[in-house]
T-cell receptor, first 116, second 113 residues
């Protein structure tokens, strides 16, 4: 079974631009979570989507948004990019919403975003 | 402050030795813990998990120990191999799944030949 795929793998943008990242979950997985990974803050939860609805959201500004499609694929969008948005953005999929036993989150390789 | 943390940013061990990676958590309400391994250029890879009603769980060459009294989690890797070189993260579910996983900052395991 194919793993979680993320596109693009690398991206360079300039301040003020917006960016859209894509995530395709493991076949059959309906929950998609997004995380931001930086050297300073580590891995931080952005939001989770299940059945095309945002279920949970971490402590990030409204510039960070996302959506999920009927085939469970998800996109996240960051508007008005700031230098501090440079990070590795990771997507994780699981069978059911939330975290916990039986709901193991499997991660993709990430999209590395550099904001200049 | 950080909910989940690790005691050492870097751990160096000899190939063939056992490795022990430690993690301290602060939320006593957390009921589920996971260890992930992240190799350079890759996303975190699930290693093993444990529920709060357990003290120990074993996998293939790995064992996770949970001490709820002192809020401490450890990952033991037996007979460490070069392929074990990676950054190891502990993560906790402290919100019943509502807030995603909370990750520690990670320990970089270095294998000496």
């Amino acid at each position: 079974k194919a793993g979680v795929t993320q596109t693009p793998r690398y991206l360079i943008k300039t301040r003020g631009q917006q960016v859209t990242l894509s995530c395709s979950p493991i076949s059959g997985h309906r929950s998609v979570s997004w995380y931001q990974q930086t050297p300073g803050q580590g891995l931080q939860f952005l939001f989770e989507y299940f059945s095309e609805t945002q279920r949970n959201k971490g402590n990030f500004p409204g510039r960070f948004s996302g959506r999920q499609f009927s085939n469970s694929r998800s996109e996240m969008n960051v508007s008005t990019l700031e230098l501090g948005d440079s990070a590795l953005y990771l997507c994780a999929s699981s069978l059911a919403r939330g975290a916990g036993p039986g709901k193991t989150q499997y991660f993709g390789p990430g999209t590395r975003l550099l904001v200049l | 402050g950080e909910s989940v943390g690790l005691h050492l940013p870097t751990l160096s061990v000899q190939e063939g030795d056992n490795s022990i990676i430690n993690c301290a958590y602060s939320n006593s309400a957390s009921d589920y813990f996971i260890w992930y391994k992240q190799e350079s250029g890759k996303g975190p890879q699930f290693i093993i998990d444990i529920r709060s009603n357990m003290d120990k769980r074993q996998g293939q060459r790995v064992t996770v120990l949970l001490n709820k009294t002192v809020k401490h989690l450890s990952l033991q890797i037996a007979a460490t191999q070069p392929g074990d070189s990676a950054v190891y993260f502990c993560a906790e579910d402290s919100g019943g799944g509502a807030d995603g996983l909370t990750f520690g900052k990670g320990t970089h395991l270095i294998i000496q030949p």
